[in-house]
């Protein structure tokens, strides 16, 4: 399985960003699929997750603000981020898991400008 990312950059505080996560290689929608974000000198949390069934999972530091969607047919997960703060800014990174292994896909940075 492969992840592919896009979406991230530069944003003004309040502001919107979207980021996708497709995920290549499964014979199947992969279990479930998300991101995670690691801050400059902070350990990787998890932001948002959707299982192929439907069920999400989003941080209580982003809920309200942050949407995840997935897409089973293109085996993608989308995250739609609101009201965008500078504590947001991370490089963000998607996550797969197909009930067996973790899968990993590269960073993408978000910043979040005072």
């Known amino acids: 399985v492969q992840l592919q990312a896009s979406g991230g950059g530069l944003v003004q505080a309040g502001g919107s960003l979207r980021l996708s996560c497709l995920a290549s290689?499964?014979?199947?929608?992969?279990?479930?699929i998300g991101w995670y974000r690691q801050a400059p000198g902070k350990t990787r949390e998890m932001v948002a997750t959707v299982t192929s069934g439907g069920t999400t999972n989003v941080a209580e530091a982003v809920e309200g603000r942050f949407t995840a969607s997935r897409d089973n047919a293109r085996n993608t997960m989308t995250l739609q981020m609101n009201s965008l703060k500078p504590e947001d800014t991370a490089l963000y990174y998607c996550?797969?898991?197909?009930?067996?292994?973790?899968?990993w896909g590269q960073g993408t940075l978000v910043t979040v400008s005072s």
């Open positions: 290689g499964s014979p199947s929608p992969i279990y479930k």
């Open positions: 996550y797969g898991f197909d009930r067996r292994q973790k899968y």
